[in-house]
């Protein structure tokens, strides 16, 4: 097993793609190497016949993630002569490629996405939880936009996620302050689905992966996308996109099953397709 498949373990159960961050030690700090591995899971979990719902959880009780490890190597970008160590839009392109492309990867995945809140997710480990579909949080996890304690301005999405699940002016705060928010007040917001003891998280996020896993899965695939566009587009255009979207979901193998099924008054057996 090779040091980031360590780092990042992955495996397939009963229908569920389990992401677990493996750096207990690094507060789950994500290097390139592992994020990029992220990247790459969620992009395959959308092709996939076999993982049909994704679960990023992390190992450990103190943290989920504490965002991008600054002190990870990175390879030397090799440079002329005369030119500095670093240049203008090179920061950019950095987070364009970096943690940002990972966030879209999570809220572009086709299969829904859970996230298993153990512990503290600052950073860009809040905006992983924040681009999940769904939260269930250990009743001792906390979610902090910690970067203004840095001096620094909040990144990896986080301007976009906040104002969209929390509102306008409960994102200020939480960005303005940078205060902890317990599992209690991120649920009292609607920020998370679920908070249960310590000890039951794995087994409820179990439960509620595997039932949608066993689910219609281009149904809720086609849902996601639809509720997650329905934040940034008008009314027509989402209303367009839905009949194409509904079009296309009365095509599948699991809405003829869907309708046989209630026909027949017996459950519904969904294949994923």
Not at 151 to 177: C, H, N, S, W
Request: glycine share 10%.
């Amino acid at each position: 097993m090779s040091e980031v498949e360590e780092e990042l373990q992955y495996r397939v159960e009963n229908g569920v793609g389990w992401i677990t961050l493996n750096r207990p030690e690094a507060g789950n700090s994500i290097t390139p190497a592992v994020r990029d591995r992220m990247i790459e899971l969620l992009n395959g979990a959308s092709a996939s016949f076999d993982a049909r719902a994704v679960v990023i959880g992390a190992a450990g009780e103190r943290h989920f993630c504490t965002g991008a490890d600054l002190r990870a190597d990175r390879p030397p970008v090799a440079r002329p002569e005369g030119v500095p160590e670093r240049t203008v839009g090179e920061p950019a392109r950095m987070m364009r490629t970096g943690f940002q492309r990972l966030i879209s990867s999570i809220l572009d995945c086709e299969k829904p996405v859970l996230c298993a809140l153990n512990g503290t997710a600052a950073g860009g480990g809040a905006q992983i939880a924040l681009a999940s579909d769904l939260i269930v949080a250990a009743d001792s996890a906390r979610i902090i936009q910690v970067f203004v304690r840095r001096g620094l301005i909040p990144d990896g999405g986080a301007t976009y996620l906040l104002p969209r699940r929390v509102g306008l002016q409960k994102a200020k705060e939480m960005v303005f302050f940078g205060d902890d928010l317990s599992a209690e007040d991120a649920a009292s917001l609607g920020l998370v689905n679920k908070v249960v003891p310590a000890a039951d998280l794995e087994a409820t996020v179990k439960e509620w992966a595997e039932r949608l896993a066993g689910g219609p899965t281009k149904a809720i695939g086609f849902a996601k996308r639809l509720l997650n566009r329905s934040l940034d587009v008008d009314r027509a255009t989402l209303l367009d996109e839905e009949g194409l979207l509904v079009e296309l979901t009365s095509g599948t193998h699991d809405s003829g099953e869907g309708v046989a099924s209630f026909v027949e008054r017996r459950p519904p057996e969904f294949k994923g397709w």
